[in-house]
């Protein structure tokens, strides 16, 4: 959906300043979530023509069913010369990218108090801070301090200051909290994320590396390219870890 959602938007941007746009599609084409994603994106953007590029009909299951919805499908055959990247080339490919988008424009440090700007992309964010009564019991079944609580109206977010000393600890948790989604976090798990920073209306200002988030001040740490963050609303927190550019960590959407 995110994936759709931007995609959307960028032609919608591409066709308010004029001139032929073409929309290169990522190469996942098979499992239903790839499916979905094929066949969403292209009824969102309502194309022209639509190119299918393949060696031995690995997008006929998608051609089919656009040809059905009334597109004007071209199929024609991968070129030989073009190697086939695997999961290693892939990720070193976003590595140099992010190297070169960030460590080539240069990185200027800020931060951001959370009373001024929200954070999306997660369950963190929505609620609001645990009074210290619930706090103290989660501590005592934990055996270890809280370094954060917050309580929505469908989930509870904890981040504790270590990994708990009961085995039972998140067994308990979410019985205490039955009719909630809980999620666990330990302190310094948003270091490294790489986070989108957006204006007014969800629009695209920059992206960042997040450093840190200081839970008693309610402010975070973050560095980015973008001199000047007077308006920035939104930090929307992304799944990627980077660590001197290189990704080590890729985490599940919602982990937090």
């Known amino acids: 959906l995110p994936m759709i959602t931007g995609t959307l938007k960028l032609v919608s941007h591409a066709k308010r300043v004029g001139g032929t746009i073409l929309v290169d599609t990522p190469g996942m084409v098979h499992g239903?979530?790839?499916?979905?994603?094929?066949?969403?994106?292209?009824?969102?953007?309502?194309?022209?023509?639509?190119?299918a590029l393949q060696r031995n009909h690995e997008l006929s299951h998608l051609t089919?069913?656009?040809?059905?919805?009334?597109?004007?499908v071209l199929e024609l055959p991968a070129s030989p010369w073009v190697r086939q990247r695997d999961r290693e080339d892939r990720r070193a490919l976003r590595e140099r990218a992010f190297y070169n988008y960030f460590a080539k424009r240069g990185l200027v440090d800020h931060t951001i108090s959370l009373d001024k700007v929200a954070i999306v992309g997660s369950f963190m964010g929505s609620?609001?801070?645990?009074?210290?009564?619930?706090?103290q019991v989660i501590e005592s079944i934990a055996g270890?301090?809280?370094e954060y609580c917050e309580i929505s109206q469908d989930a509870v977010v904890l981040v504790l200051e270590e990994k708990p000393r009961s085995k039972d600890f998140y067994a308990s948790v979410r019985s205490a909290f039955s009719d909630k989604t809980v999620k666990f976090a330990v302190r310094g798990f948003e270091r490294g994320l790489v986070v989108g920073l957006l204006g007014e209306k969800s629009s695209f200002l920059d992206i960042g590396i997040l450093k840190s988030i200081d839970f008693k001040a309610m402010r975070v740490s973050i560095s980015t390219p973008l001199r000047n963050v007077e308006q920035v609303r939104v930090i929307k927190l992304g799944c990627v870890r980077l660590e001197e550019y290189r990704e080590v960590e890729k985490l599940e959407p919602g982990f937090i």
């Open 127 to 135: 609620g609001c801070r645990a009074p210290p009564e619930t706090i």
């Open 32 to 51: 239903g979530p790839a499916r979905a994603y094929q066949l969403y994106a292209i009824e969102s953007i309502s194309p022209d023509v639509i190119v």
């Open 144 to 146: 270890c301090r809280v």
């Open 64 to 72: 089919k069913q656009l040809k059905a919805l009334g597109y004007d």
